[in-house]
């Protein structure tokens, strides 16, 4: 299909090695072009598993290799502002894992380094390129589940007896809001097509765990009555799902945020009078969807479906849940 995006992969994180690379290589117009970690050995041993040309073992030597069109940063959250601005100083396009950052203002700092150097900024929400998100979005347009009356998110994971870990650690910018609560936040955004105006949050603590939010349950305020109850945490049960709830049925995605790898697993569960019918589009890989989401913006100049603004927006809500979680109160979400 013509030239592909040269991607440049910061980190051999967990996500990057089995997520992130495998998506590329699956992808139609993007291709791993070279592994840098801090740890040379390790950029060896996972260019060599992927067969990527190229390794390094220092993020700027990655980040001034002009054989490197964008970088992919899985790094800890509170690296994402420092190396985000570095890469878009090279040159590069930037493609940076979720939450863009630690805060609002981190963020605009990154948008705006990114306007000033001419390049792409992506927040890498990737459950967002599946294809199922889109089907939802016509099946409430369509009317099938009447008019929407709330959105409920769920995602847990229990990983708490990794107590090294970077999520649990709160210089790092760890906590479960930070790592999994932007999920749902995102989607009731996405799917309402408008901003919260005010969040209530309440958190569970553990100082086993340097004391971050170890699992988070709150309500956010939209214009018309309209809402999202969620919970995300990491000291509890496996839940990946979000419920939208009408007049007259309710939709249900049971892996909402992540791809189904078998044919046979649930995609989207539409329930009304008539009883439940279910609808598949097929396993997607939706990182590989996201990747080519890029290669469209950097080399054809389509614009991104969730571009540094939208990043911005849901960084506002995260900060405003925050607060909320650490002071116990309601928090007006501004704009």
């Keep these: 299909m013509g030239k592909k995006l040269r991607l440049g992969i910061m ?48 993020y700027e030597e990655l980040i001034h290799d002009p054989a490197v069109d964008a970088v992919y940063i899985p790094l800890p959250n509170h690296l994402h502002k420092p190396w985000t601005i570095k ?21 605009r700092q990154m948008a705006e380094a990114a306007r000033e150097h001419k390049v792409v900024f992506a927040e890498a929400f990737m ?26 998110g769920s995602f847990t994971f229990n990983n708490a007896d990794d107590k090294s870990n970077v999520r649990y650690s709160r210089e790092m910018g760890g906590g479960s809001i930070y790592d999994v609560g932007c999920y749902p936040i995102s989607a009731a955004r996405m799917f309402y097509g408008m901003e919260p105006k005010a969040v209530t ?18 309500m956010l305020e939209f214009d018309r009555g309209l809402g999202l109850t969620f919970e995300c945490g990491m000291w509890a049960y496996s839940r990946c799902s979000l419920e939208i709830a009408g007049t007259e049925g309710r939709i249900e995605l049971p892996s909402a945020f992540g791809w189904e790898r078998m044919e046979d697993q649930a995609q989207i569960l539409i329930h009304t009078a008539k009883g439940t019918r279910e609808e598949k589009l097929g396993a997607h890989n939706h990182f590989a969807l996201q990747a080519d989401a890029l290669a469209a913006a950097v080399l054809d100049g389509i614009p ?17 849940c925050l607060k909320s979680i650490h002071t116990s109160t309601r928090v007006t979400i501004g704009r």
């Design 201 to 218: 949050a309440h958190a569970f603590f553990s100082e086993e765990h340097d004391g971050v939010d170890m699992m988070a349950h709150g």
């Design 304 to 320: 991104l479906p969730y571009g540094p603004e939208d990043a911005i927006n849901n960084m506002r809500v995260i900060d405003a």
């Design 127 to 152: 459950y967002r390129y599946h294809p199922k998100h889109a089907r939802v979005r016509e099946l409430i347009d369509q009317g099938e589940i009447g008019e929407i009356r709330g959105i409920h």
């Design 11 to 58: 980190s051999t994180a967990r996500i990057a090695r089995n997520s992130m690379i495998p998506g590329i290589l699956k992808s139609e117009r993007c291709e791993a072009a070279a592994i840098a970690s801090r740890n040379a050995e390790k950029a060896a041993e996972v260019a060599e598993r992927f067969n990527i040309p190229t390794f390094y073992g220092s």
């Design 87 to 107: 890469a878009i100083q090279a040159g590069k396009h930037v493609l940076c894992e979720k939450p863009a950052a630690l805060n609002e203002l981190e963020v």
